[in-house]
């Protein structure tokens, strides 16, 4: 059915007014993505095999299960029409329709988030996927885990990532299984897409024989400087890689042999056989063992520091010392919903040093570049209540919370619900440290 759709005249909104139309329209886009979902849980019941009238086999003699384990069955083409009205194929709609399914029988937790419109549809459909190949059990251990962060709290990136760890945590069997698989696809190849006369050469193995790789190619990168003056870095490190898998095609190599010194922050937990390699995710503690038997590398293990007794300097310099707490207790940029994990970000005074801010882990926060001029430049505030909360104010009056588990808006209680402890807390931090 085609409906006539009337543009809506945005002509003359002020910018608060475009701010809060396009908070509405997402709103409601996220509550139409419920409610297809919900159409799909309802597609899969009314397409069971037993549904079909006696002597009907069509789509019975290969119903496939429509989920993941213990869900039930579903006629081989159901989901095509369904697909179609939705714009997708049946392959899509498959996806969807299994996601849904998951969702209701195998992760209550999501689900009721669903329904309750406080978990979005992307993040849920991602957590069942994800899960599929897990045992109920295991599936639901995940759904208690992740449900905090599936309001949308945390950048994309972020929440795929503790997916996967959690994932790994809640079945150890089926990641060491995995990672058995994805080593023996290591390979060395050129790549199948060529055009305007470039192309790729790609290099698939473990995470520390590529840190290896990458540290030679930035080594002999650095001593073409003389050489290459006026080149760009990717120009030097694309020389540089050349002049290291084919000496013979480069047989002046001046730059002399390459000492690689290779640093890797792996993350490891009592009694948990899952670790976590920075910039590469959750590992088995197996796996690490494997990939440092591998190598000629020699392993150093830090001492934990005491983030809590850290104390500030006298200075607007950074100590190394510092500054790994500051990672500790921030792992991602602190802006709101932002993604980046690395560690090349800068670490903002919260309160500029030159006012008086404090160089202590209190008042320091990892931000990209960019982050950090829209801090400065574009009328934003931030203040650090408490090591590891961040609370900004944009330059609309909207308030945001940045803690470990992601960004949350905070908004005012509607007239007549209760506030929750967090809410009176937020609130108060507010009133305190936010003009």
């Given at each position: 059915?085609?409906?006539d759709?009337?543009?809506?005249?945005?002509?003359?909104?002020?910018?608060?007014?475009?701010?809060d139309?396009?908070?509405?329209?997402?709103?409601?886009?996220?509550e139409?993505?419920?409610?297809v979902?919900?159409?799909a849980?309802?597609?899969?019941?009314?397409?069971?095999?037993?549904?079909?009238?006696?002597?009907?086999?069509?789509g019975r003699?290969?119903?496939?299960?429509?989920g993941?384990?213990g869900?039930?069955?579903i006629?081989?083409h159901?989901?095509?029409a369904?697909?179609?009205?939705?714009?997708?194929?049946?392959y899509g709609?498959?996806?969807l329709?299994?996601?849904?399914?998951d969702?209701?029988?195998?992760?209550p937790?999501l689900?009721?988030?669903?329904?309750?419109?406080?978990?979005?549809?992307?993040?849920a459909?991602?957590?069942?996927?994800a899960?599929?190949d897990?045992?109920?059990?295991?599936?639901?251990w995940?759904?208690?885990?992740?449900?905090?962060?599936a309001?949308?709290?945390l950048?994309?990136?972020?929440?795929?990532?503790?997916?996967?760890?959690?994932?790994?945590?809640?079945?150890?069997e089926?990641a060491?299984?995995r990672?058995?698989?994805?080593?023996?696809?290591?390979?060395?190849?050129?790549?199948?897409?060529?055009?305007?006369?470039?192309?790729?050469?790609?290099?698939?193995a473990?995470?520390?024989?590529?840190?290896?790789?990458?540290?030679?190619?930035?080594?002999?990168?650095?001593?073409?400087?003389?050489?290459?003056?006026d080149?760009?870095?990717n120009?030097?490190?694309?020389?540089?890689?050349a002049?290291?898998?084919?000496?013979?095609?480069?047989?002046?190599?001046?730059?002399?042999?390459?000492?690689v010194?290779?640093?890797?922050?792996?993350?490891?937990?009592?009694?948990?056989?899952?670790?976590?390699l920075?910039?590469?995710?959750p590992?088995?503690?197996?796996?690490?063992?494997?990939?440092?038997?591998?190598?000629?590398?020699?392993?150093?293990?830090t001492?934990v520091?005491d983030v809590?007794?850290?104390a500030?300097?006298?200075a607007?310099?950074?100590?190394a010392?510092?500054r790994?707490?500051?990672?500790?207790?921030?792992?991602?940029d602190?802006?709101?919903?932002?993604?980046?994990?690395t560690?090349?970000?800068?670490?903002d005074?919260?309160?500029?040093?030159?006012?008086?801010?404090?160089?202590?882990v209190?008042?320091l926060g990892?931000l990209t570049?960019?982050?950090?001029?829209?801090?400065?430049?574009?009328?934003w505030?931030?203040?650090?209540?408490?090591?590891?909360i961040?609370?900004?104010?944009?330059p609309y009056?909207?308030?945001?919370?940045?803690?470990p588990?992601?960004?949350?808006?905070?908004?005012?209680?509607?007239?007549?619900?209760?506030?929750?402890?967090?809410d009176?807390?937020?609130t108060?931090?507010?009133?305190e440290?936010?003009?």
């Open positions: 059915m085609v409906t759709r009337a543009v809506a005249d945005l002509t003359g909104l002020p910018a608060a007014g475009v701010l139309f396009v908070e509405a329209a997402h709103a409601a886009r996220a139409a993505e419920r409610q979902l919900q159409a849980y309802q597609w899969a019941v009314l397409h069971h095999p037993d549904r079909l009238a006696p002597g009907d086999r069509r003699a290969r119903a496939r299960r429509a993941g384990i869900t039930p069955l006629t081989e159901a989901a095509a369904f697909g179609a009205r939705i714009q997708t194929s049946p709609a498959r996806r329709i299994a996601d849904a399914v969702l209701v029988l195998r992760l937790g689900w009721a988030g669903v329904v309750a419109g406080t978990v979005r549809v992307p993040h459909r991602w957590v069942a996927a899960t599929r897990l045992t109920p059990e295991e599936a639901g995940v759904d208690t885990e992740v449900l905090e962060a309001d949308g709290r950048a994309w990136s972020r929440f795929e990532l503790l997916v996967e760890g959690k994932v790994a945590a809640a079945a150890p089926l060491r299984a990672e058995e698989a994805a080593a023996k696809a290591r390979c060395a190849r050129t790549s199948r897409v060529n055009k305007h006369g470039m192309a790729s050469f790609t290099i698939k473990d995470a520390v024989t590529i840190a290896g790789m990458d540290a030679a190619v930035t080594a002999v990168a650095d001593k073409l400087r003389d050489a290459m003056p080149a760009l870095v120009d030097r490190r694309v020389a540089a890689a002049m290291l898998l084919n000496p013979a095609g480069r047989p002046d190599l001046s730059v002399g042999p390459v000492k010194r290779v640093k890797a922050y792996l993350h490891l937990y009592a009694d948990s056989p899952i670790a976590r920075e910039g590469h995710g590992v088995t503690v197996g796996r690490v063992m494997e990939m440092l038997a591998d190598t000629a590398a020699r392993v150093q293990v001492p520091l809590a007794g850290m500030p300097v006298d607007y310099e950074i100590p010392r510092l790994e707490a500051v990672r500790l207790i921030h792992p991602a602190v802006f709101p919903y932002a993604a980046n994990l560690r090349r970000m800068d670490l005074h919260a309160q500029p040093y030159a006012e008086g801010g404090a160089t202590s209190d008042n990892p570049r960019t982050h950090h001029r829209i801090k400065t430049h574009a009328g505030q931030v203040r650090h209540p408490f090591p590891g961040v609370v900004w104010r944009d009056g909207a308030h945001y919370l940045v803690d588990t992601g960004t949350r808006r905070i908004t005012s209680p509607s007239p007549g619900d209760e506030p929750t402890r967090a009176v807390m937020v108060q931090l507010l009133l440290y936010v003009a």
